[in-house]
């Protein structure tokens, strides 16, 4: 048996006919403008393969670490219903980042496994003054629209 791969994104589906899996907004990394960071939902897909001779079902462990501190440890049975690949999506819900660093996802199983790494780094000086100037100018636009003064993106009918 393998792991084909681990990956980690905003969200998943899978087709309910082919048993396709579609991923949304992969996360690669993460440029944070502070920390602590509380990430409210991500998705991990596993896909696994295997050949005839081996096992239908069997039991992965999923692990989320970051630097020496474990953020979650489960285990969990799969089948793959006679086929020779499957996958897996583990939702995580409410995951806690305090500091910059690497956030590893490590499966394993009947001693193969495999690691999706998402770096957590601070925002440079220059992207923070960015985002700041962009919030400060939208927050304005919109108060102007509430406030029933012009604003640059007003168009008149015609």
Do not use: W
């Not at 980690?8 to 899978?14: I, K, L, Q, R």
């Not at 295997?50 to 953020?71: C, D, H, Q, W, Y």
């Not at 960015?130 to 102007?144: C, D, H, P, V, Y």
């Amino acid at each position: 048996m393998k792991v084909l791969f681990v990956i980690c994104a905003e969200g998943a589906v899978t087709d309910r006919y082919t048993g396709a899996t579609s991923l949304f907004n992969i996360i690669d990394k993460f440029s944070v403008l502070a920390f602590p960071l509380f990430i409210p939902r991500l998705v991990c897909v596993i896909a696994l393969e295997r050949t005839a001779e081996e096992p239908n079902e069997g039991v992965g462990k999923l692990e989320v670490s970051i630097g020496n501190a474990m953020l979650m440890a489960q285990e969990s049975p799969f089948t793959f219903m006679g086929q020779n690949r499957t996958s897996l999506a583990a939702i995580l819900h409410g995951m806690p980042i305090a500091q910059p660093g690497i956030l590893h996802f490590r499966y394993s199983t009947g001693g193969v496994e495999g690691t999706y790494d998402v770096p957590f780094e601070q925002a440079a000086k220059e992207q923070m003054e960015l985002f700041t100037q962009l919030a400060s100018t939208r927050f304005s636009e919109i108060s102007r629209q509430t406030s029933g003064q012009p604003t640059t993106e007003s168009q008149t009918a015609v």
